[in-house]
């Protein structure tokens, strides 16, 4: 396997990423999470930090994207 270097730094990945990272761990395995981190990686290899306007986003959208069943739930807001 070719080692792929990403222009992603720590703070790329927010609270929404490790609580996906978190709830696909809880639903799959280690081993899953670690496909979906070199899958981010590998998509992540081919930009450069100017292509991509909030990377937190990304590549929120980007686990999203490898699997889709696993969702965050999020709290309804409450009502005024």
């Known amino acids: 396997m070719e080692k792929t270097v990403s222009p992603m730094t720590k ?4 609270f929404r990423c490790k609580r996906f ?3 696909f761990c ?3 395995n280690v081993i899953r ?5 070199a899958m981010v990686e ?3 290899a081919s930009k450069t930090r100017e292509d ?4 937190p986003a990304y590549v929120a959208t980007l686990l999203r994207k490898f699997d889709p ?3 965050i739930e999020r709290k309804p807001k409450a009502e005024a």
Do not use: N
């Open 11 to 14: 703070k790329d990945m927010d």
């Open 21 to 23: 990272l978190f709830e």
């Open 26 to 28: 809880t639903k799959y």
């Open 33 to 37: 999470v670690s496909e979906a981190l």
């Open 42 to 44: 590998k998509s992540t």
């Open 52 to 55: 991509v306007r909030s990377w």
């Open 69 to 71: 069943e696993v969702s």
